[in-house]
């Protein structure tokens, strides 16, 4: 026999012994690396743990249905919701059918003036959203809005101004991080040094605009303010906010610029002013950054989106399936982890979501521990500049 069919034979054995170790993985196809260099983890579930802190908080705006994740965050922190306020009839109707035993108030003015409410969360129409933050603080109230929650650098100004005067919180749910368990575990293992120091993230973020299911704000159509970016900020400063806030996340900058970005209408020509193609490079005193988003999941994904995080360290690097593994499983919370000594999955659907806890926590004890609010509105100050400097591209037929 030849030395070229023994080396064969033996490379074939070598894929078939870590043929078990990928299938568990979820790895298929590619050459194997040696028996063991393929790890499956499951993250170990916690004991439940019962809130530290009890405060009374209320919504006041509801126009996107993240307001059901937010609430849900603050109510494992601790959190009674006490009074609700809406606008549009449809979401208000929705709002009572999943909290029938909530008061459902006739004006934001009743919520402002209740001396008991400590916390309003709000999902109203984006351009609202800092407006009404600024004047939850004056009222000596905590605020936490859904993304994007601020719109203009006028708007972002008049938040950073009320913030210094009155001492509050402005908190922004930049939920595809901080209520996501694969990215929560990617962020204990970025500053626990597994990757060693973080160089870039990649975050490609695509969209449905009709869902069937789910909170993701499509289930019933698009509302008018969808369709103007005056109003939801445009595609940049609204899916963006989610990918700007993992980039200082992960690398650690504390000063960034918008070195390249733009925006295009592709497909949706009943709406000329809507954007729903748009990417963004970033360039900071830590790390790089590059952001693409988009309108264009197809139904057959069977979510509202295949959102993918990619983390390049110094010494390995994480990638994220958040909401789905592709052609292999229809679960989310997905990592995938390289270093210098192997190739590891983990499965993050037991991992805790600290942030709820941790607001809740800041509301008492007048801390910053969920989310730094520098950071917080950094991330909105660059979404906001790079749809201001978007160079808008017509892509030929």
Not at 88 to 116: Q, T
Not at 329 to 343: C, E, M, P, R, Y
Request: hydrophobic fraction near 40%; glycine fraction near 12%.
């Amino acid at each position: 026999m030849s030395n070229e069919s023994l080396n064969r034979r033996s490379f074939l054995k070598t894929v078939g012994a870590a043929a078990p170790a990928f299938a568990a993985a979820g790895l298929g196809g590619g050459a194997a690396f040696g028996e063991g260099h393929v790890v499956h983890e499951v993250a170990a579930a916690q004991e439940p743990v019962a809130p530290k802190y009890s405060i009374k908080f209320a919504v006041c705006g509801m126009s996107h249905d993240h307001i059901y994740g937010m609430v849900g965050a603050i109510q494992r922190g601790g959190g009674v919701l006490v009074a609700a306020y809406g606008a549009e009839p449809d979401k208000v109707a929705g709002f009572k059918k999943r909290f029938p035993d909530v008061k459902m108030v006739g004006s934001e003015e009743e919520i402002l003036h209740d001396p008991s409410i400590q916390l309003v969360l709000s999902s109203t129409v984006p351009v609202d959203r800092a407006p009404l933050g600024v004047k939850v603080m004056k009222a000596g109230k905590d605020y936490l809005s859904d993304k994007p929650g601020v719109l203009t650098l006028p708007q972002l100004e008049a938040v950073r101004k009320t913030i210094a005067e009155t001492k509050r919180l402005y908190g922004i749910m930049y939920s595809e991080r901080l209520e996501v368990k694969a990215a929560v575990k990617a962020g204990e293992l970025v500053h626990a040094g597994a990757i060693g120091r973080v160089i870039q993230t990649i975050n490609i973020a695509p969209h449905q605009i009709v869902q069937g299911y789910g909170d993701g704000g499509g289930a019933g159509g698009r509302p008018d303010w969808f369709w103007k970016p005056e109003l939801y900020g445009g595609i940049l400063c609204d899916i963006g906010s989610h990918q700007v806030d993992q980039f200082l996340y992960y690398t650690g900058c504390t000063k960034a610029e918008v070195v390249e970005s733009q925006v295009s209408n592709v497909h949706h020509p009943d709406h000329p002013r809507f954007q729903d193609f748009g990417d963004m490079v970033l360039r900071g005193n830590k790390g790089f950054g590059y952001v693409r988003l988009d309108w264009f999941t197809p139904d057959g994904l069977g979510t509202w989106g295949d959102g993918r995080l990619f983390i390049l360290g110094t010494r390995g690097y994480i990638e994220v399936r958040k909401y789905v593994d592709v052609g292999v499983k229809k679960a989310g919370n997905n990592l995938f982890i390289v270093d210098a000594t192997s190739q590891k999955y983990i499965d993050c659907n037991n991992v805790e979501l600290p942030f709820g806890p941790q607001f809740v926590g800041d509301v008492v004890n007048r801390t910053h521990v969920a989310q730094d609010q520098t950071q917080c509105l950094l991330a909105a100050e660059l979404v906001i500049k790079a749809q201001l400097a978007a160079k808008v591209v017509t892509l030929e037929a």
